[in-house]
């Protein structure tokens, strides 16, 4: 698609590939359980090539999250979606995932072997809900504890408890077609508000449409400033605009500046 004169450039249109993420969960939006999984998956991601572009939390509804599973697997490459996959009556992710896609759930031969394997006689009909997966389902592997996950079309239903889910996001990353990997590079500026930072910050940004610069204050008993982040895909261009940072922002009496490594 063309752009029009004036429309602003997204710095990582060219070779991007996107993700979603669904936390699914009356639990977080409670404020019961802190959701850790996000920030996981999207370093995970980041290393295959993804950029994780949008989060969303809803609420145990079959509606909601088929709702939200629609519109976010028609904008994104992947969707990887955390939580409902246990034996419980609120349990319905994979329910809503069938539904979303217009298939029929069915009990997987190869999880029932697992379970039988493990709890034998004791394969009650809560467990077996743990066995359903869509048609045309695929699963992944679970070197934790428990049943596995499964995948269907570009969507990755993992489980909810963050061991658990780390442990399947390693069967995740070889079905992934990522693009260049984001690399990133933060300079931290001590003693100096957004205020003094702005103007070179946005003269750079203009100078490199196809990086994201970004700028990060903090506060706290040590002082304040602010982080700058610069992210792209080309690291010579990101480790020349660090150098170009700098050198602007001594230029404007800012010296208490020092480079950081953080994760992309």
């Known amino acids: 698609m063309d752009r029009t004169e004036g429309e602003a450039l997204d710095p990582f249109t060219a070779g991007r590939v996107t993700a979603a993420v669904l936390i699914i969960g009356d639990e977080i939006l409670s404020g019961r359980t802190r959701d850790t999984n996000l920030g996981d998956i999207a370093r995970y991601l980041g290393a295959h090539g993804v950029e994780l572009a949008e989060a969303r939390t809803v609420s145990d509804v079959l509606e909601e999250i088929v709702a939200a599973l629609n519109a976010l697997r028609a904008r994104y490459d992947y969707v990887i979606t955390t939580g409902g996959i246990g034996p419980t009556h609120d349990d319905i992710t ?3 995932v069938a539904a979303a896609f217009g298939v029929e759930l069915v009990e997987h031969p190869d999880i029932l072997a697992m379970m039988t394997a493990r709890w034998g006689a004791e394969v009650n009909a809560a467990r077996r809900r743990m066995a359903r997966i869509p048609v045309g389902g695929v699963l992944v ?18 489980a909810g408890v963050p061991q658990i889910m780390r442990g399947m996001l390693q069967d995740v990353g070889p079905r992934l077609k990522g693009g260049a990997v984001v690399v990133s ?3 931290r500026v001590e003693g100096s508000g957004e205020g003094a930072i702005a103007a070179p910050l946005e003269g750079l940004a203009k100078a490199h449409p196809a990086l994201s610069l ?24 990101v480790e020349t605009t660090l150098n170009e940072l700098i050198a602007v922002l001594r230029e404007a009496g800012i010296e208490q500046v020092q480079v950081i490594e953080t994760p992309a």
């Open 94 to 96: 994979a329910d809503a």
């Open 141 to 158: 592997n679970n070197p934790v504890q428990g049943p596995p996950g499964f995948t269907i079309g570009n969507v990755f239903v993992l």
């Open 185 to 187: 590079r933060t300079l």
């Open 214 to 237: 970004g700028s990060y204050p903090f506060y706290g008993a040590d002082g304040f400033g602010s982080n700058l982040v610069i992210r792209g895909r080309d690291p010579d261009e």
